[in-house]
């Protein structure tokens, strides 16, 4: 099973939240820094992946660094795990 960051942090703040309700321990300075962090963690939307332009796909590949349909089909593999 594969967890995102944001799930980790997710459950990062509903332990926290827990122990703060159950008076597990006592509530201080640093543990109201880190809810506020997570929080704000987890309020950021998700970051959109940008992929290369076609001017910049061509400027490499004009380099000889790879062939332009190499470039396409990474471009197409990038996209596809990104989203």
Do not use: S
Request: net charge negative; charged share 35%.
């Amino acid at each position: 099973m594969t967890v995102t960051d944001k799930e980790v942090m997710q459950m990062a703040l509903d332990c926290l939240l827990a122990w703060k309700k159950e008076e597990i321990y006592g509530w201080g300075e640093t543990d109201h820094k880190c809810v506020e962090a997570l929080r704000a963690a987890l309020a950021q939307p998700k970051k959109e992946w940008v992929g290369l332009t076609d001017e910049e796909i061509r400027n490499i590949a004009t380099q000889g660094r790879t062939d332009f349909a190499t470039l396409i089909c990474v471009e197409a593999k990038l996209k596809k795990k990104n989203t």
